[in-house]
């Protein structure tokens, strides 16, 4: 967990503006008792999530795949060959849906702009993280690997039983 108190506080103030402007039918479902608070996303999504992450092409036609992605400093890191669609995509149309979904269990949705990572300390932390996870560097799996991380402008995450999920000491955050 990378999180400073300050992320925390900006990514709960996301997820409640978030579910605030949801249709009623996402308020039906993600109820007060269906909530997950910030603390206990940065506390659930640790190491390495499945996400499907939703492109746009040039004729205005979805896409998705699944990528690995890592849940640092409040949100999504991933990565990917320059030479993949995705990475065309994302180039051309930054704009991404990103979902994590474990069955009923939790989800988070989202919605934003991938953010190229270019050389420097922020794409250095990715790495460093991605590295100590796989142990090998993400940047020797290709030529031409690129590194996103997630500017989120919208989120919503739902638990079916947020109690649940967390240790008794860490249920109450």
Known sequence: MLETSAEIAVLQSLLDESRGRGSAHLRSIVTDEHVLTAEQLVQLLTGMKVLSVATVTARGEPRISAMDGHFLHGTWTFGTDGTSAKAKHIERRPAVSVAHIDGERLALFSHGTAQ?????????????????????????WGDDIRMYRLRMTWAVAYASDPDGLLPPSSAAG
Not at 122 to 128: G, H, K, P, T, Y
């Open 116 to 140: 190229l990572l270019g050389p420097g300390p922020e794409l250095d932390e990715v790495v460093a993280h991605w590295t100590a996870h796989y142990g090998s560097s993400p940047m020797s």
